[in-house]
């Protein structure tokens, strides 16, 4: 099974920041990648697909990049509602796994 | 609007069954690629099982494997995940979720339910 690793595992910044989460697979992935947002008790929310694309809806200040086996979501300016849990996920076979989820805390 | 609805959970002994269901509305039901994700308290997202738009085909996590089913109702707008020989490390929220912009082998999920405990203990 393909392995996810984010790094780092929780971020501490400030409103108005630029912020970047990585994603590493343990083999290629091509691009079947995707990033989600999740706040406590709530649902996850797609954000990127396939590595860089953007969901509808969701601010322009988010954006994702890489292919292969290492991947990056960077939020260009956060805002205070962007601290959240974010997590990867690849899609490049039916067992698709999370990885383990960054939490963006206020500093 | 995109609605997915979860019920069926619950406490549950060690060895127990349950049977997760998810109402969908707000488009298309039959022709969407489904899942089911679990997230444990504190900790990340777990996919657990897949199905596809026919229900032709389905895929499970090697720790369900054999114990838990997926299925669908397409007529009835409905997923479901039969749950047996519960552990207490399947004691988790489970989320059912849309697929969509699919490759040829997986998808991301882009709508999902708010989610339902399964609580496994004795």
């Known amino acids: 099974d393909i392995q996810m690793t984010q790094s780092p595992s929780t971020l501490s910044a400030s409103v108005g920041d630029r912020v970047t989460i990585t994603c590493r697979a343990s083999?290629?992935?091509?691009?079947?990648l995707a990033w989600y947002q999740q706040k406590p008790g709530k649902a996850p929310r797609l954000l990127i697909y396939?590595?860089?694309n953007l969901e509808n809806g969701v601010p322009s200040r988010f954006s994702g990049s890489g292919s292969g086996t290492e991947f990056t979501l960077t939020i260009s300016s956060l805002q205070p509602d962007d601290f959240a849990t974010y997590s990867c996920?690849?899609?490049?076979?039916?067992?698709?796994?999370f990885g383990q989820g960054t939490k963006v805390e206020i500093k | 609007e995109v609605q997915l609805l979860e019920s069926g959970g619950g406490l549950v002994q060690p060895g127990g069954s349950l049977r997760l269901s998810c109402a969908a509305s707000?488009?298309?039901?039959?022709?969407?690629?489904m899942s089911w994700v679990r997230q444990a308290s504190g900790k990340g997202l777990e996919w657990v099982s897949a199905?596809?738009?026919?229900?032709?085909?389905?895929y499970y996590m090697d720790s369900v494997k054999g114990r838990f089913t997926i299925s669908r109702d397409n007529s009835e707008n409905t997923l479901f995940l039969q749950m047996n020989s519960l552990r207490a490390d399947d004691t988790a929220i489970y989320f059912c979720?849309?697929?969509?912009?699919?490759?040829?082998?997986?998808?991301?999920?882009?709508?999902w339910g708010q989610g339902t405990l399964v609580t496994v203990s004795s």
């Open positions: 199905i596809t738009d026919t229900g032709d085909s389905t």
């Open positions: 707000g488009f298309t039901f039959g022709i969407f690629p």
């Open positions: 396939k590595a860089s």
């Open positions: 996920q690849h899609y490049s076979s039916y067992f698709r796994t």
């Open positions: 979720a849309r697929a969509a912009y699919c490759s040829t082998t997986g998808c991301p999920f882009d709508s």
């Open positions: 083999q290629s992935i091509s691009s079947w």
